[in-house]
């Protein structure tokens, strides 16, 4: 199994609102995906999903709803609000920014860009 | 759907949903496990490997919950329950640090919300500090004045003050005429009176200045509350005509609400002062009218500076006085609080002196059982520390239980402050403003909430702040040193303050005893006195007024029980007296006595009965007897004080005086009369000349005579008969009725009131200090139980233990007295003015007090002291 890279602070909750802004999706699914399209780099431990997930909601930048799964299992589902929306354009916007200026910093930027 | 529903809205209602956090971590494992199956796993293992992925579940849990937005909130009210666990199991703790904190924040709350006034809060009016009093005062007019005269020329020359103004020598009674005449006070000002204090009319205007001068057109100011009561708050009271004693005037304004006069007197009506320059220099044989001056201090000039700059126009003044009149006649410039606050603030500042050294000794004893308290727990929070409560935590739950405390303390001291005013309001002598109108406001309410926060957070922390180390898990609870040096100290300084605070209140006791104990000269008890107050518009002559007297006089001596019906106009021994000089008192055959020396004299007009009535002795000579009433010669009585020192080593009786001295009478003297004390209860009694008042109309001056009736009969029984023979000669005449001993009562109202005040305080210092000292020798006796407990295995019997334990504690007592007494020496001279005939250094006070305090010091040592001694070694030892 790969190590597992430690997350960015605050990086968790922009993955579960990108994760999310797809389909509502219960806690497993979410964290299975991330794993997914991380190629199995990011594993996000349940210690740290469950309070993420209800921090964002308490926030409410996303919405639960008890739905039945497709082997007609009893899951609680997480979807995008509208705040949750525009906070994911803006953490977008900010971590392209961040990324970008830590690429140059390191001298990884494109060639293009210097 | 139903079924559905209704849990969901009990998770509405309850907290954040365990229980669905619970259902979707289930789920999440059973996906978890169901992908091991699906990719081949052995269930249990499966399951095995899916809990080990999860991690710990309850942190989880935990972490979901502390993502609540009011989180805290919980943890808060999980302190305060805590706290409140804590305070059930240590209730003899909670229950002396709730009484301390209360008793304190109590006594300083109260006593702040009556001195505040006299002492700190501004006086109302703009610029307060830079405003004076000024004028002469002499031996028989203490507070300032001034005559029309020297007003006017001091107008146009003095340099010091940016603004005079003169207002009416105090308040009349006056008559507001209208459907139903009512009495009120009058008052009169100048028109520069208001701007002087910063003072704008609540309506209307303040006079123009062509209004105050003679017969300038007729205006008044009435009260704030005139307006509002008696005129109902009328929207159109400006403009209105009202009449005052006949004389028509328009309302052109209405004095603020909160107006105070500056001498304090509440007047209900003002009219202008009108003075006039020129007027004032013919009337009143060229002195002109006198009344009371107000000034406003030019900036950067000092009260030290005017008075300087007053006082050569002062000594150009004093030429015009009679040459008698110059040495007692100084010039003398206050400043308004003094005016107003008269002889109040020295009681006040001792009061507030003693409330805060209550306070302190409050304080300490809350600091020592604090940290007493936080050492016996050092176990408990060093095992909580061990367990995983983080150092912020362990403060933040101190710093919760010292508010709890302090909060439950505060709102307690509230309570009590509202009892103490109460009290305060009910004992509030005359002597003192402001007493009677104390009232808690909600600035002494915040003063107070202030403290107690500030005594819990400061002693909460003291005891958090003491990283519990690992050490104290230890069975050995290690007492730091100089926590234990702080807390004897603390005991100490508790004791020393107390001292001074017993001391004070001892001499006040003391003086206060001799004021009540003292001979005044006659009797008090079941004499009764009327005070009779004839209208003066119908009873316009002294011969309807003598007619009336003597009605009243025959009626009530045929009343059941009546044994003398006295006539006069002042009763001793205080109130109002017709005083004279006494160089004035000029004998036949001797040389006049020197003006300006000799002080006072009292003259009462009294008839023949006065001395049976109050029980005076006659010593020498004869009383007046009946028939003089009606005589042509004037007789009058000395008391002996002024015999002996107008006749030393004379006989008095048939000495005459001058017919121009004894106001206009030239008088015999038929007897001597014993010393009364005439001069209130505290001060030295003046010499006495008592005046036959003869029923002849010329010796009934005046319409305000006092009634005594001395009876066999109870008081209370007799005052009916009274009214009833009072209103069935006139039944319109007002008459005010009270016991003798009532009245001379009250005049011991303002040492009464600073002995109960003081001397609660003193009580309160005692206690909390003898608790203080108490709860230290029962705390150090049970850290040394297994010391204790050693000695005696070793062979030291309970009495060496006990000396021990002792010995410890009488030191602490000790150094406190000594500290205490020489304080209280030095500090006692502040009390010097509130003394009467008991010396500073009063030695009976000063043994008492600390013999009283040893001894209760000595019982608060060998309680705990005998408790520490019931100890089993064998049971100690092995408790190691």
Same mark, same amino acid.
């Given at each position: 199994?790969?190590?597992?890279?430690?997350?960015?602070?605050?990086?968790?909750?922009?993955?579960?609102?990108?994760t999310?802004?797809?389909?509502?999706?219960?806690?497993?699914?979410?964290?299975?995906?991330?794993?997914?399209?991380?190629?199995d780099?990011?594993?996000?431990?349940?210690?740290?999903?469950?309070?993420?997930?209800?921090?964002?909601?308490y926030?409410?930048?996303?919405?639960?709803?008890?739905?039945?799964?497709?082997?007609?299992?009893?899951?609680?589902?997480?979807?995008?609000?509208?705040?949750?929306?525009?906070?994911?354009?803006?953490?977008?916007?900010?971590?392209?920014?961040l990324?970008?200026?830590?690429?140059?910093?390191?001298?990884?930027?494109?060639?293009?860009?210097? | 759907?139903?079924?559905?529903?209704?849990?969901?809205?009990?998770?509405?209602?309850?907290?954040?949903?365990?229980?669905?956090?619970?259902?979707?971590?289930?789920?999440?494992?059973?996906?978890?496990?169901?992908?091991?199956?699906?990719?081949?796993?052995?269930?249990?293992?499966?399951?095995?490997?899916?809990?080990?992925?999860?991690?710990?579940?309850?942190?989880?849990?935990?972490?979901?919950?502390?993502?609540r937005?009011?989180?805290?909130?919980?943890?808060?009210?999980?302190?305060?329950?805590?706290?409140?666990?804590?305070?059930?199991?240590?209730?003899?703790?909670?229950?002396?640090?709730?009484?301390?904190?209360?008793?304190?924040?109590?006594?300083?709350?109260?006593?702040?919300?009556v001195?505040?006034?006299?002492?700190?809060?501004?006086?109302?009016?703009?610029?307060?500090?830079?405003?004076?009093?000024?004028?002469?005062?002499?031996?028989?007019?203490?507070?300032?004045?001034?005559?029309?005269?020297?007003?006017?020329?001091?107008?146009?020359?003095q340099?010091?003050f940016?603004?005079?103004?003169?207002?009416?020598?105090?308040?009349?009674?006056?008559?507001?005429?209208?459907?139903?005449?009512?009495?009120?006070?009058?008052?009169?000002?100048?028109?520069?009176?208001?701007?002087?204090?910063?003072?704008?009319?609540?309506?209307?205007?303040?006079?123009?200045?062509?209004?105050?001068?003679?017969?300038?057109?007729?205006?008044?100011?009435?009260?704030?509350?005139?307006?509002?009561?008696?005129?109902?708050?009328?929207?159109?009271?400006?403009?209105?005509?009202?009449?005052?004693?006949?004389?028509?005037?328009?309302?052109?304004?209405?004095?603020?609400?909160d107006?105070?006069?500056?001498?304090?007197?509440?007047?209900?009506?003002?009219t202008?002062?009108?003075?006039?320059?020129?007027?004032?220099?013919?009337?009143?044989?060229?002195?002109?009218?006198?009344?009371?001056?107000?000034?406003?201090?030019?900036?950067?000039?000092?009260?030290?500076?005017?008075?300087?700059?007053?006082?050569?126009?002062?000594?150009?003044?004093?030429?015009?006085f009679?040459?008698?009149?110059?040495?007692?006649?100084?010039?003398?410039?206050?400043?308004?609080?003094?005016?107003?606050?008269?002889?109040?603030?020295?009681?006040?500042?001792?009061?507030?002196?003693?409330?805060?050294?209550?306070?302190?000794?409050?304080?300490?004893?809350?600091?020592?059982?604090?940290?007493a308290?936080?050492?016996?727990?050092?176990?408990?929070?060093?095992?909580?520390?061990?367990i995983?409560?983080?150092?912020?935590?362990l403060? %933040?739950? !101190?710093?919760?239980? =010292? #508010? +709890?405390?302090?909060?439950? $303390?505060?709102?307690? /001291? @509230? *309570?009590?402050?509202?009892?103490?005013?109460?009290?305060?309001?009910?004992?509030?002598?005359?002597?003192?403003?402001?007493?009677?109108?104390?009232?808690?406001?909600? %600035?002494? !309410?915040?003063f107070? =909430? #202030? +403290?107690?926060?500030?005594? $819990?957070?400061?002693? /909460? @922390? *003291?005891?958090a702040?003491?990283?519990?180390?690992?050490?104290?898990?230890?069975?050995?609870?290690?007492?730091?040193?100089?926590?234990?040096?702080?807390?004897?100290?603390?005991?100490?300084?508790?004791? =020393?303050?107390?001292?001074?605070?017993?001391?004070?209140?001892?001499? @006040?006791?003391?003086?206060?005893?001799?004021?009540?104990?003292?001979?005044?000269?006659?009797?008090?008890?079941?004499?009764?006195?009327?005070?009779?107050?004839?209208?003066?518009?119908?009873?316009?002559?002294?011969?309807?007024?003598?007619?009336?007297?003597?009605?009243?006089?025959?009626?009530?001596?045929?009343?059941?029980?009546?044994?003398?019906?006295?006539?006069?106009?002042?009763?001793?021994?205080?109130?109002?007296?017709?005083?004279?000089?006494?160089?004035?008192?000029?004998?036949?055959?001797?040389?006049?006595?020197?003006?300006?020396?000799?002080?006072?004299?009292v003259?009462?007009?009294?008839?023949?009965?006065?001395?049976?009535?109050?029980?005076?002795?006659?010593?020498?000579?004869?009383?007046?007897?009946?028939?003089?009433?009606?005589?042509?010669?004037?007789?009058?009585?000395?008391?002996?004080?002024?015999?002996?020192?107008?006749?030393?080593?004379?006989?008095?009786?048939?000495?005459?005086?001058?017919?121009?001295?004894?106001?206009?009478?030239?008088?015999?003297?038929?007897?001597?009369?014993?010393?009364?004390?005439?001069?209130?209860?505290?001060e030295?009694?003046?010499?006495?000349m008592?005046?036959?008042?003869?029923?002849?109309?010329?010796?009934?001056?005046?319409?305000?005579?006092?009634?005594?009736?001395?009876?066999?009969?109870?008081?209370?029984?007799?005052e009916?008969?009274?009214?009833?023979?009072?209103?069935?000669?006139?039944?319109?005449?007002?008459?005010?009725?009270?016991?003798?001993?009532?009245?001379?009562?009250?005049?011991?109202?303002?040492?009464?009131f600073?002995?109960?005040?003081?001397?609660?305080?003193?009580?309160?210092g005692?206690?909390?200090?003898?608790?203080?000292?108490?709860?230290?020798i029962?705390?150090?006796?049970?850290?040394?139980?297994?010391?204790?407990?050693?000695?005696?295995?070793?062979?030291?019997?309970?009495?060496?233990?006990?000396?021990?334990?002792?010995?410890?504690?009488?030191?602490m007592?000790?150094?406190?007295l000594?500290?205490g007494?020489?304080?209280?020496?030095?500090?006692?001279?502040?009390?010097?003015?509130?003394?009467?005939?008991?010396?500073?250094?009063?030695p009976?006070?000063?043994?008492?007090?600390?013999?009283?305090?040893?001894?209760?010091?000595?019982?608060?040592?060998?309680?705990?002291?005998?408790?520490?001694?019931?100890?089993?070694?064998?049971v100690?030892?092995?408790?190691?």
């Amino acid at each position: 199994m790969p190590q597992s890279t430690d997350l960015l602070q605050g990086t968790l909750d922009l993955l579960i609102l990108q994760t999310l802004a797809l389909e509502p999706m219960h806690g497993w699914g979410a964290a299975q995906r991330i794993q997914q399209l991380s190629k199995d780099v990011l594993q996000i431990g349940q210690g740290s999903l469950y309070p993420a997930l209800y921090r964002l909601e308490y926030k409410g930048w996303i919405r639960s709803e008890w739905q039945i799964t497709e082997n007609n299992r009893r899951a609680k589902y997480y979807r995008l609000t509208q705040t949750g929306k525009k906070q994911l354009a803006t953490q977008l916007a900010a971590w392209d920014r961040l990324s970008l200026a830590i690429a140059s910093v390191l001298g990884r930027a494109t060639e293009a860009s210097s | 759907m139903i079924s559905e529903l209704l849990p969901r809205l009990r998770f509405l209602i309850f907290r954040k949903k365990r229980s669905e956090l619970d259902e979707e971590i289930e789920f999440h494992l059973e996906q978890a496990i169901s992908t091991r199956i699906a990719a081949g796993m052995d269930p249990a293992e499966a399951r095995r490997q899916a809990l080990i992925e999860f991690g710990g579940i309850e942190p989880t849990r935990e972490e979901c919950e502390r993502q609540r937005p009011a989180w805290w909130i919980g943890t808060v009210i999980q302190d305060v329950h805590y706290a409140f666990r804590g305070f059930g199991r240590n209730l003899l703790f909670t229950i002396s640090v709730l009484i301390t904190l209360a008793l304190g924040i109590g006594a300083t709350t109260a006593v702040f919300s009556v001195v505040d006034r006299i002492l700190f809060r501004p006086l109302p009016y703009a610029d307060p500090t830079r405003i004076v009093s000024l004028g002469f005062v002499h031996s028989l007019e203490r507070q300032e004045f001034v005559m029309g005269r020297f007003y006017v020329e001091w107008g146009k020359d003095q340099t010091p003050f940016s603004a005079l103004a003169a207002q009416s020598t105090g308040v009349h009674n006056c008559d507001l005429v209208e459907n139903d005449p009512m009495q009120l006070s009058c008052i009169s000002f100048q028109a520069s009176f208001l701007p002087l204090f910063g003072i704008s009319p609540a309506r209307g205007r303040n006079f123009l200045p062509e209004e105050d001068r003679p017969n300038g057109p007729p205006v008044a100011m009435i009260s704030y509350g005139l307006w509002k009561g008696h005129y109902n708050g009328d929207p159109h009271i400006l403009d209105r005509m009202i009449n005052v004693d006949g004389n028509p005037a328009r309302v052109v304004g209405v004095l603020p609400r909160d107006f105070q006069f500056p001498t304090l007197e509440a007047a209900d009506i003002a009219t202008p002062f009108a003075l006039d320059a020129a007027i004032q220099q013919k009337v009143n044989g060229g002195f002109g009218d006198p009344e009371r001056v107000f000034a406003r201090l030019r900036p950067g000039v000092s009260l030290e500076q005017a008075y300087a700059q007053m006082q050569p126009l002062f000594n150009g003044d004093l030429k015009w006085f009679p040459p008698f009149a110059k040495n007692e006649t100084h010039l003398s410039i206050r400043t308004l609080r003094d005016r107003e606050m008269q002889e109040a603030r020295p009681v006040a500042w001792i009061l507030f002196g003693f409330v805060l050294a209550v306070l302190l000794i409050a304080c300490a004893n809350v600091a020592g059982l604090m940290m007493a308290r936080g050492a016996g727990r050092q176990r408990e929070l060093a095992v909580r520390s061990a367990i995983g409560a983080s150092r912020g935590r362990l403060i %933040r739950q !101190a710093l919760t239980e =010292a #508010l +709890v405390l302090s909060f439950a $303390g505060g709102l307690a /001291g @509230l *309570a009590i402050a509202q009892a103490l005013v109460m009290v305060f309001v009910r004992l509030a002598p005359t002597g003192i403003p402001f007493v009677g109108k104390a009232h808690l406001d909600l %600035r002494i !309410a915040v003063f107070s =909430a #202030l +403290v107690s926060c500030l005594c $819990g957070v400061i002693f /909460g @922390l *003291a005891a958090a702040l003491e990283k519990p180390g690992l050490a104290a898990l230890n069975a050995r609870a290690s007492m730091s040193r100089n926590h234990a040096f702080l807390r004897r100290s603390l005991v100490t300084t508790q004791i =020393a303050i107390s001292i001074i605070l017993l001391s004070g209140a001892a001499l @006040l006791l003391r003086s206060f005893t001799k004021i009540e104990e003292q001979n005044l000269g006659m009797q008090t008890g079941g004499v009764l006195t009327v005070k009779v107050a004839l209208p003066w518009w119908r009873y316009n002559t002294n011969q309807k007024v003598m007619d009336f007297y003597l009605r009243l006089e025959s009626s009530l001596r045929r009343l059941p029980g009546t044994r003398a019906v006295g006539m006069t106009d002042s009763i001793p021994p205080g109130g109002w007296e017709s005083d004279f000089r006494y160089s004035d008192l000029a004998v036949q055959g001797k040389p006049r006595g020197i003006p300006g020396i000799g002080g006072t004299v009292v003259g009462r007009s009294v008839t023949p009965d006065y001395f049976r009535a109050l029980n005076i002795p006659i010593v020498r000579g004869r009383n007046f007897a009946d028939q003089d009433r009606t005589g042509d010669e004037k007789e009058v009585i000395l008391s002996r004080l002024l015999a002996e020192r107008l006749f030393p080593g004379e006989e008095p009786i048939g000495k005459r005086f001058l017919p121009d001295s004894v106001r206009g009478r030239g008088a015999i003297v038929v007897g001597l009369a014993d010393n009364v004390k005439n001069s209130g209860l505290t001060e030295p009694s003046d010499p006495e000349m008592y005046t036959l008042r003869r029923s002849v109309s010329g010796d009934w001056d005046g319409n305000h005579l006092m009634v005594i009736v001395d009876s066999a009969m109870p008081v209370a029984a007799i005052e009916p008969w009274v009214r009833s023979e009072v209103a069935s000669i006139d039944r319109t005449v007002p008459i005010e009725m009270e016991p003798l001993n009532q009245s001379v009562n009250r005049l011991a109202d303002r040492p009464r009131f600073e002995t109960t005040l003081l001397g609660f305080f003193a009580l309160t210092g005692l206690v909390l200090a003898v608790v203080g000292l108490y709860g230290l020798i029962a705390f150090m006796t049970t850290q040394r139980t297994r010391e204790i407990g050693v000695r005696m295995a070793l062979g030291a019997t309970r009495g060496n233990i006990q000396r021990l334990i002792a010995k410890d504690g009488l030191r602490m007592v000790l150094v406190g007295l000594a500290v205490g007494l020489g304080t209280a020496v030095a500090v006692s001279r502040m009390l010097k003015t509130l003394l009467f005939q008991v010396s500073i250094y009063d030695p009976l006070t000063y043994i008492a007090v600390p013999l009283l305090l040893s001894l209760v010091a000595l019982v608060a040592i060998l309680i705990p002291a005998r408790a520490g001694t019931r100890v089993e070694p064998a049971v100690t030892l092995r408790a190691e």
